[in-house]
Structures are given as structure tokens and as C-alpha cells.
């Protein structure tokens, strides 16, 4: 199983997929993660509760635009979890052609939703409007070879 996390600056929104199946999701609040040992005990507890067996998630993605934070969650999957971690973060390879002035700058969250929207929309142009802590407009766009570009406004 997979344990996905979006931190953003309001809420980590979470998500335990089997396959390409969401089997359950969870909200917690960002200024609530404290110590890895409290946001480890909230996971637990919540697996727990949704009968999930930690030693179940094999894998943990995190997308993160909180980076005072980052230490703090590796060190609660490491220590609570098990599973391997993967950080989606500007500079990693995902098949997007960024342009945007200075493509590091772009958020990960930005860059999960341009990820999603290719898997869930192939072959298509899109405007993706992300309201969370801000209200963002993102043009994702198709070139003949199939690249992606990823334009943020």
C-alpha cells in the first residue's frame, strides 16, 4: 500500500491507496504536526481506526510546501512506518517540461496536480485552479511530441 501526503501551510491532506484504489483519506490540520513522535501517534491511531496494519504501507509520496516541516516527516515515516520515501520536489524527473522563469521555484503540490491531471486527462489541455491556503491557476498543455508544459500563473 501506498501512504500519500500533501503538507500544505493550512492542512497535510493524506491518502492510503492499494493499487490505484483510495481506500481512505484523512485532513490534519499543519500546525498540529508538533514532534514526529505526535504526528507518528496520529497516523497509527488513524491506520488503526481504518484497519489498516502499518507494516501494510510500503511506500510513502510526499509532496510538501512546508519545508520547516520535512525533517519532522521523514522522521515519523522512518520511525513509525518503515516504508520507502519519495519527496516530489522541483529538479525531480517526472516528465513535465516546466516553463516557468525559474522551474525550482514551482511548488510540489503544483507540479502532484499537473502529475494528476496528465494521468487522469491524457491527450488534453487544461486550466487546473488549486484553491487551498491560495488560490492558484496552473495551464497545462500538449505539444506535438507529447511533452507537457506546465505554466504557472
Do not use: W
Not at 500544505?8 to 483510495?22: A, P, R, S
Amino acid at each position: 500500500m501506498l501512504l500519500c501526503l500533501d503538507i500544505g501551510n493550512t492542512h497535510i491532506l493524506g491518502g492510503v491507496f492499494n493499487q490505484d484504489k483510495l481506500l481512505t483519506r484523512f485532513r490534519y490540520a499543519t500546525h498540529l504536526i508538533g514532534t514526529s513522535d505526535q504526528l507518528g501517534i496520529f497516523l497509527l491511531n488513524f491506520m488503526q481506526a481504518k484497519k489498516i496494519s502499518p507494516d501494510e504501507i510500503s511506500a510513502t509520496a510526499i509532496s510538501s510546501v512546508v519545508p520547516s516541516y520535512d525533517y519532522t516527516i521523514r522522521h515519523t515515516i522512518s520511525s513509525y512506518l518503515k516504508s520507502s520515501i519519495f519527496i516530489l520536489q522541483a529538479g525531480v524527473k517526472t516528465g513535465l517540461n516546466i516553463k516557468y522563469k525559474d522551474p525550482k521555484e514551482v511548488g510540489a503540490d503544483k507540479i502532484a496536480n499537473a502529475i494528476a491531471e496528465v494521468s487522469a486527462f491524457p491527450n488534453r489541455n487544461m486550466i487546473i485552479i488549486d484553491m487551498g491556503t491560495a488560490t492558484t491557476v496552473c495551464a497545462v498543455s500538449r505539444h506535438i511530441k507529447r511533452k507537457v508544459s506546465f505554466i504557472l500563473f
